[in-house]
């Protein structure tokens, strides 16, 4: 499937309403390995259909804006931005605390 094609075909996954479960697990598995890694963590794809699902049910006039793309060995890059009509932007940032605090990097110190 050529970049363009995957990239249309993410978008819809996305964006567009999720059929069946069954129907919706084969078209994601089209192009996300089961499971797939998300920040780490073994995803199925069943769980990826139902995020795909909360998505939409909470964001009624959700769309996505492709801002970059670019390929690397073994790898699609996708740079995008998805917006709806009450959220101008979100950024998520990870939370490196608890790592840091694992690495002992930081402590917490009680006060007084």
């Known amino acids: 499937m050529s970049v363009a094609r995957t990239v249309e075909h993410l978008t819809r996954l996305w964006t567009e309403p999720v059929p069946a479960s069954a129907e919706a697990v084969r078209a994601f598995g089209e192009l996300y390995t089961d499971p797939v890694s998300i920040n780490g963590t073994p995803t199925s794809l069943l769980d990826l259909v139902e995020r795909a699902r909360a998505l939409q049910r909470a964001f009624a006039d959700l769309s996505m804006e492709i801002v970059d793309e670019f390929e690397a060995p073994n790898r699609l890059v996708i ?32 006060a007084g």
Do not use: E, T, Y
């Not at 605390?97 to 694992?102: C, E, K, R």
């Open 79 to 110: 740079v995008f931005l998805q917006r709806d009509h009450r959220i101008s932007a979100v950024q998520v940032v990870p939370d490196n605390l608890g790592l840091a605090m694992q690495l002992d990097a930081v402590a917490f110190r009680r």
